[in-house]
DNA sequence: TAGCACTTGAGAATAATTTAACAAGTTTTA
DNA sequence: TAAAACTTGTTAAATTATTCTCAAGTGCTA
């Protein structure tokens, strides 16, 4: 039964099962069923046939899911066989190794422009990616349709660059910045990196296991 | 009352409120409520103090808390004051930023080595730390004590990698490849970042506001 | 100092999430 | 082909997480 509203916590596991569809796809398996899946992954049958349910019916009794069908459905749930267009903004050691080694087009992104204070690297590109000046910005994202903004810039001037670029209309970004965005309008989504956050969990599980 | 098994939830929210409070205090702000601070963090009053209590007792009735004291309980909680002892293996792009950008001194940890099988960059040191080849791995960790190494390697071989630290005595893993680790025993403790999983959750909730 | 406005921590109530159970249907095997 | 073994989607139960409520205690003000 397809639900309306989707939690949050299902939300978050539909990546993993992305991911791991794809890795069963690579192996040549060709049907699963949510117990293996559960086993694969230590989670619970029943825990995937509920988060699956939400989102329609993939899966047939005595058979279970078709690994490449499933894939693709979760996928499309996903969104990766969308076109999503995106611009980062902060061109350091991160940005850069982000141009560099994220695979934006397999999750549905192209990465249309890059802009960045620096005037060493303004004017070269990397990854086939142009990296503009920051004064070209606004224009930029007015002649373009920009759904995301990766924000790879240092912490102490995000909110005012986020306040900025929702201003101009911009509704989706992509948080690297050490600090917690946040707009009066629910209409535009925010999702966090916070290495630092994550690095203390785990320092306090080594510290209290 | 103190509480003996704290669940993930409450562990994942307090890097948070360390955060919010070293604003706090670098704001000059000297005592707080849970209310004021649940206003600020846009979280209920009631969820703060239900999760502080998981620990001790940090308030006073009438006053709230004094913030430089509540920060200080909640980074020893955390571990911030630990002498933790990480080293890095896979000096690409990503681990190159962090070593130059991730401030592992605040939370608690002393990057001591980092390995890579490139010769260009073996010899070489960055931000400090030493770049030593992957044969010298294995009697490094013998020699010293190692709390937590970070996995910036190419996902193909994440987890034999990872198997392998395990068989030295590695109990942490602070994880960067796109897959997921795992290991028998409970006592070993991964921490993943999954960039591809943070940006698809994105593009769902960006597809159906 | 007395009264009022705050505030915490804890227990109870509510809400959300996860797990179990099972009817209904499919596949495999003998 | 008939029976046994699987497997799903859904409903119900159990568990976990969050929010509400309030007694008890503190600080401020007149």
Known sequence: MKKENISDAVIRRLPRYYRQLTDLC?????????????????????QIRQDF??????GQ???GYNVEELRAEIGHILGVDNDHHLIMIGVGNLGHALLQNFP?????????????????????????????????LDGFIREHSV??????????????????LISLGIRGFWNFTNVELSSPSSDVKFENIHFADSLLTLSYRIANR
């Open 26 to 46: 690579a192996r040549g398996i060709v049907r699963i069923s949510s117990h293996s899946l559960g086993q694969e992954m230590n989670i619970t049958a029943s």
């Open 53 to 58: 349910s939400c989102f329609g019916e993939f």
């Open 147 to 164: 759904d995301v903004v990766v924000l790879t810039i240092p912490q102490s001037t995000a909110q005012d660059t986020a306040d900025h």
């Open 104 to 136: 934006f087009s397999q999750t549905g992104f192209t990465v249309d422009a890059a802009f960045d204070v620096s005037p060493a690297i303004i004017g070269t590109s990397v990854n086939g990616v142009p990296i503009y000046s920051m004064e070209e």
């Open 61 to 63: 009794q005595g058979y």
